[in-house]
């Protein structure tokens, strides 16, 4: 069996990605800080695959720390990395706490590596690195634009010290590019769990139709798109999480065509924030109290994947339909309300 450290494995995206790469025979040790999220995903991730992953929990941006988890765990061959600070307008107020604790933690995962001679590691990215895209689909050579917010460029320099590292020839990298992961897992036992009030999109339609928000304002309708709201790429979370255990697979069979490489994962088909609605009623029976707002400070206008290189390089394609992420979001909102 081969032994994966799981950043930020009790995460949204992070303990999906357990569940499939334990279900894949793969042994896992998990680390996080419990900062944004809960100890109880172990139990419910014990009961997805019949078997506990090991955690730790501990702090990855401290050096010590992370030095702690590679002398307890000798056995760990690859890395992969979810752990760090992902709200975008926090940190636009807290530069400085979003630099520090999302590189410090790549830093001091590196450094390890090196010193134990542990090759691989994959690096979640996301499709934000492109910004506002000249063309559609986005291609992973298309450019890569000046960041709008400090977490936006983290996941930037993330790529640049992962390709460096990788020119020693002591690393092997993979940084997977997110588009927009929701939906959650079939059992309903994990999910996505946003502290406090959500940003992000689907979170926010769930928990305004289960009656803890009020309703959902649409940022925009006078967008120029086809019903006038963003386009984005929204990819099933389980799909995503598979692109892991391709990733790591890729690395032990010797796959991967050179020391630093990066991929587009999403489906390859932008939906409006309209039509995820419209999914979500669809497929719920729920009516949704929405009204359009203004547009959200630094919101790309549409953007979606060109997802030929995963496909032909990681022989991955997502598999899931919107109408199954929204549905099993709306089972996991369900569920949490017990
Ligand atoms: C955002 C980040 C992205 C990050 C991702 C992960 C920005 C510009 N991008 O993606 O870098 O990787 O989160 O968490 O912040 N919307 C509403 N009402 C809401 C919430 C969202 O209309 O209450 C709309 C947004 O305007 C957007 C779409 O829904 O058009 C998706 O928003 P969201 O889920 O926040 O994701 P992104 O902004 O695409």
């Known amino acids: 069996?081969?032994?994966?450290?799981?950043?930020?494995?009790?995460?949204?995206?992070?303990?999906?990605?357990?569940?499939?790469?334990?279900?894949?025979?793969?042994?896992?040790?998990?680390?996080?800080?419990?900062?944004?999220?809960?100890?109880?995903?172990?139990?419910?991730?014990?009961?997805?695959?019949?078997?506990?992953?090991?955690?730790?929990?501990a702090d990855l941006s401290l050096a010590d720390q992370c030095a702690?988890?590679?002398?307890?765990?000798?056995?760990?061959?690859?890395?992969?990395?979810?752990?760090?600070?992902?709200?975008?307008?926090?940190?636009?107020?807290?530069?400085?706490?979003?630099?520090?604790?999302?590189?410090?933690?790549?830093?001091?995962?590196?450094?390890?590596m090196i010193a134990r001679g542990i090759e691989y590691f994959v690096q979640s990215s996301s499709c934000t690195v492109y910004g506002e895209p000249e063309t559609l689909p986005v291609r992973e050579d298309s450019p890569i634009q000046r960041a709008t917010s400090p977490y936006g460029n983290t996941k930037q320099m993330a790529e640049d010290i992962l390709r460096f590292a990788s020119d020693t020839g002591k690393v092997k990298a993979m940084a997977l590019r997110y588009f927009n992961p929701i939906g959650a897992h079939e059992s309903a036992l994990i999910g996505e769990?946003?502290?406090?009030?959500?940003?992000?999109?689907?979170?926010?339609?769930?928990?305004?139709?289960?009656?803890?928000?009020?309703?959902?304002?649409?940022?925009?309708?006078?967008?120029?798109?086809?019903?006038?709201?963003?386009?984005?790429?929204?990819?099933?979370?389980?799909?995503?999480a598979k692109a892991h255990v391709v990733a790591m697979d890729r690395f032990f069979e010797h796959g991967n065509k050179a020391a630093f490489e990066y991929f587009n994962i999403g489906t390859g088909r932008g939906y409006s924030v309209l039509e995820v609605i419209r999914s979500f009623e669809k497929t719920t029976g729920v009516k949704l109290n929405y009204v359009f707002g203004p547009k959200r400070h630094g919101d790309i206008i549409r953007i979606w994947a060109d997802t030929a290189l995963a496909?032909?390089?990681?022989?991955?394609?997502?598999?899931?339909?919107?109408?199954q992420m929204t549905s099993s979001a709306w089972k996991w909102q369900l569920h949490l309300k017990g």
């Open 193 to 240: 769990l946003p502290n406090g009030v959500p940003n992000n999109l689907m979170p926010y339609i769930t928990q305004t139709a289960a009656g803890i928000r009020e309703r959902l304002t649409v940022f925009g309708n006078d967008y120029p798109t086809p019903d006038g709201t963003c386009i984005r790429d929204f990819i099933h979370v389980v799909d995503l």
């Open 68 to 112: 702690k988890v590679f002398e307890l765990f000798t056995e760990i061959e690859g890395v992969i990395n979810f752990a760090a600070f992902k709200a975008v307008g926090e940190s636009c107020d807290k530069p400085v706490e979003y630099y520090r604790n999302n590189l410090n933690i790549i830093l001091n995962l590196l450094e390890q």
């Open 311 to 323: 496909s032909e390089e990681l022989k991955w394609k997502a598999e899931k339909s919107l109408d």
């Open 1 to 57: 069996m081969r032994t994966v450290l799981v950043t930020g494995g009790l995460g949204y995206i992070g303990s999906h990605t357990v569940v499939e790469l334990q279900q894949k025979d793969y042994e896992v040790v998990i680390v996080d800080n419990l900062s944004n999220s809960n100890e109880k995903v172990l139990d419910s991730i014990w009961k997805i695959t019949g078997v506990k992953p090991h955690f730790l929990k």
